[in-house]
C-alpha cells in the first residue's frame, strides 16, 4: 500500500523532492532491480500528465523527482494528483507513494 504525501511545487521554479522506500518493516528497500516512474494529473480521468524526471540510488531506497522551471511554468496554478509506482526486472508494478500536489502562481517574470 502507497504512503501518502501532498507536495507543493512553485510555478516557474526547479522542483525536486527525494522520497524514502521501505519495507513493511521499515527498512531501506533495495530499488537496484527496478524502474521509477511518477506522474501528476488534474484529476484521475485527466489524459494529461505532467511526468516527472524519476532517479533511485539503487540499494540506498530513494527516488529523486525532478522537475525543470520551463515545466513548471507551463503549469496552470492549483491542485492536481500524483503517484510514483517502481516495476521490478519481472514486471511487477507496485505504487509507493500518492497524494496531492499543489502549484502554487508565480510573480516573477525575468
Do not use: W
Amino acid at each position: 500500500m502507497a504512503i501518502k504525501a501532498n507536495l507543493v511545487i512553485d510555478q516557474g521554479t526547479d522542483f525536486s523532492a527525494t522520497i524514502d522506500v521501505v519495507d513493511t518493516d521499515g527498512n531501506v528497500y533495495d530499488l537496484s532491480n527496478h524502474t521509477p516512474a511518477a506522474q501528476m494529473r488534474k484529476n484521475y480521468a485527466s489524459s494529461t500528465a505532467t511526468t516527472f524526471t524519476c532517479v533511485d540510488n539503487g540499494s540506498g531506497g530513494q527516488i529523486t523527482l525532478t522537475l525543470n522551471s520551463a515545466t513548471t511554468s507551463a503549469l496552470e496554478p492549483g491542485r492536481y494528483l500524483y503517484d510514483v509506482e517502481i516495476t521490478s526486472t519481472a514486471n511487477s508494478v507496485t505504487r509507493v507513494v500518492e497524494g496531492i500536489v499543489t502549484v502554487t502562481q508565480g510573480m516573477t517574470r525575468i
